[in-house]
């Protein structure tokens, strides 16, 4: 009684259109373009869905990764893992919600979670806010759910490590988001990895955050898909203004200088592109929002200046 009972819940707050069909080939999609911890109106937070071989693996989960997924037409069950690319809040937002809902809806099988030192921690908190709620269930006496912990594993990956997952090889690399001195004790804690994700026929690879690397060159050559992050400092510094007008002075100084060294300006994006060699270039992460058209025509102008291939600056859903 009670499956059968979850099965018509589900299938009443599903709507009709969020059915999905089998992925029919491997893509890449923008669930949330959004950058920095300001949230928009426009563009939901960062999150991406990689299919790959009728599976599906989210790549970075903000703030609403969950409602992004049904937009885009892929039920949740369907995730296979996760892959973090560093654990600023915008971009591991939405994680709590994935682990949360799946547990709530009984899949079974484990989600596997990737990302950098300090991942066992944040998930383990979040299978602990978990509890209650798996433990009371659906306040039928005797029929909690399965127990949190048993749904998700955590795998912490380090620069160059690899990966193989269905075919498909996954390398990380080590980028510039962070700039504490190599082998202290904070860069063996607190990383910011990029992702290259070979499948046969085709390699996309994903910046996450990041500055000027010549890692993320290397890690990029000859992608068919480059899908950079990419920094307005002038229309973020004025989007925060709006959001924080008392920031302190000395806030506004250290955010400004993690902005213009732990970000590429669309210069450094073309440059990134165009040294790789990649086939194509997708923008993402606006973390000013959605400005005016000749503003973002000027992105495409100043990144052409060192890649000459094509550039799309990504919209929230778009299908690559």
């Known amino acids: ?10 299938a009443v707050s599903t709507p009709a259109l969020a059915q999905p069909a089998a992925p029919a080939a491997d893509a890449f999609i923008t669930l949330g373009t959004m950058g920095g911890p300001v949230p928009s109106p426009d563009r939901s937070q960062p999150a991406n869905a990689l299919l790959h071989a009728g599976q599906v693996y989210l790549v970075d989960a903000g703030d609403g990764t969950v409602q992004q997924l049904s937009r885009a037409g892929i039920m949740l069950p369907r995730v296979r893992a996760v892959f973090l690319s560093h654990l600023h809040v915008d971009h591991t937002g939405g994680l709590s919600a994935v682990l949360g809902l799946r547990n709530q809806t009984n899949v079974r099988e ?5 990302g950098p030192a300090g991942t066992r921690e944040l998930v383990a908190g979040l299978v602990a806010s978990m509890q209650p709620a798996a433990r009371a269930g659906y306040g039928i006496p005797g029929k909690p759910w399965t127990p949190p912990a048993d749904t998700v594993t955590v795998i912490e990956l380090a620069d160059g490590e690899k990966t193989t997952l269905n075919g498909m090889t996954v390398t990380a690399a080590q980028n510039t988001h962070y700039d504490f001195a190599p082998g202290s004790v904070e860069d063996r804690n607190y990383k910011s990895l990029s992702f290259r994700f070979d499948m046969p026929g085709r390699s996309i690879v994903y910046t996450g955050d990041t500055g000027p690397s010549a890692a993320v ?14 920094i307005d400092m002038a229309g973020t510094m004025a989007n925060v203004a709006r959001n924080s007008p008392n920031m302190p002075p000395e806030a506004k100084r250290d955010l400004e ?3 213009s ?10 440059q990134l592109a ?9 923008i993402t992460h606006f973390a000013a929002g959605t400005p005016d058209p000749a503003r973002t025509k ?14 799309t600056l990504a919209n929230d859903l778009d299908r690559f």
């Open 274 to 282: 165009g040294r790789a060699g990649v086939k194509a270039l997708v």
């Open 217 to 230: 060159e290397k890690l990029a050559k000859g992608a068919d898909l480059l899908v950079s992050e990419m």
């Open 298 to 311: 000027g992105y495409v102008t100043q990144i052409a200046k060192s890649y000459s291939g094509p550039v």
């Open 257 to 259: 200088q993690h902005l």
């Open 110 to 114: 484990p989600l596997t979670v990737y």
């Open 261 to 270: 060294t732990h970000h590429l300006t669309p210069e450094a994006v073309g």
């Open 1 to 10: 009684m009670r499956a059968a009972w979850l099965t018509l819940a589900l």
